[in-house]
């Protein structure tokens, strides 16, 4: 297969999953309780990308010890907690995260 | 003016902070994606076609070490799947526009744009609120097309050891700061953050994000429920 067939082939199964459940569901399949839980949905999501970015190395294994990026993580969730700033939460992981391999 | 354009504006406005590290993030996918062998044309068809950061650099992964078609292909739809979920909180507030308005805004269904519309949905009652969305994934756009291209020209000049990949999940990070407070919250991060971890490489197709945040989702239904109870 090409690069652009497999390119646009990506592209499609992307946009189909952003696009099916926007035009699949109906306002009155929706109560209070799914609408409940749905709002769970970025703490059910989010996490399945930060935990591989941080505690994997770059062939996939769990990486506990000098793994700065954990000193850094924990930095920038501690910033965040405290000051509920994104752009500080961002800039404390960044900035720990280069003190400790840089220092 | 108008109504529609102050809601776009303050989407843009609401999304900006966190298009922060999108940029180092464009950066990075524009100098692998020459780096392994795509075309200055192809890497910005990705951006333009795919238009998912997230995605593209799996993409990327996989192509360079040999895996097959259909592997990437699913494994593109696998980490996009996340969209699903997003698509059912959205679809409840535009499922009165017209097909042509959800097509458009499929296409800006982001991370980032929705973690702040979804805010804003929630508190406002304006019928045309979507504009909020647009506004958002409009910026996003512009940011990663435009970082693509700059990671592009800038090629190898960026040194690989500043590890701006890492702004990644700090960006997811600072996306759930308010939700790190919330003890049920707290319990459904740690579910699905595990089983993304534990099963990434045991779940195939890396199909760890979705099954992740699918016990993540089936978690707080089990503890919202067990929690009315006790009210």
Known sequence: ?103 | MNSNFKIFLKGITDVSPLMIPVVPFGLIFGILSIDIGFSPLATMGMSLIIFGGASQIILLQLFSGGASSLVIISSVGAVNSRHLLYGAVVSEHVSDLKLIWKIIISYFLIDQAFAVSNEYFKKSKEKNKYFHLIGGGFTCWIIWQSTTFLGIILGAAIPEKLGLSFAVPLTFLAILVNDFRKMINVIVILTSGLIALFGYNYIPYKAYVIVAAFVGLLTAYILTKVKKKYE
């Open chain 1, 1 to 103: 297969m090409s690069d652009w067939f497999l390119i646009i082939y990506c592209g499609l199964i992307t946009y189909l999953t952003r696009f099916s459940m926007i035009a699949l569901l109906k306002k009155e399949m929706f109560n209070n309780r799914i609408r409940e839980v749905l709002s769970y949905v970025p703490s059910a999501i989010f996490p399945a990308i930060i935990f591989p970015a941080i505690f994997l190395d770059n062939s996939g294994s769990i990486q506990l010890e000098e793994n700065p990026k954990i000193l850094a993580a924990i930095i920038a969730m501690g910033v965040g907690i405290f000051s509920r700033n994104i752009i500080a939460t961002i800039f404390a992981g960044l900035a720990s995260y280069w003190t400790i391999i840089f220092i």
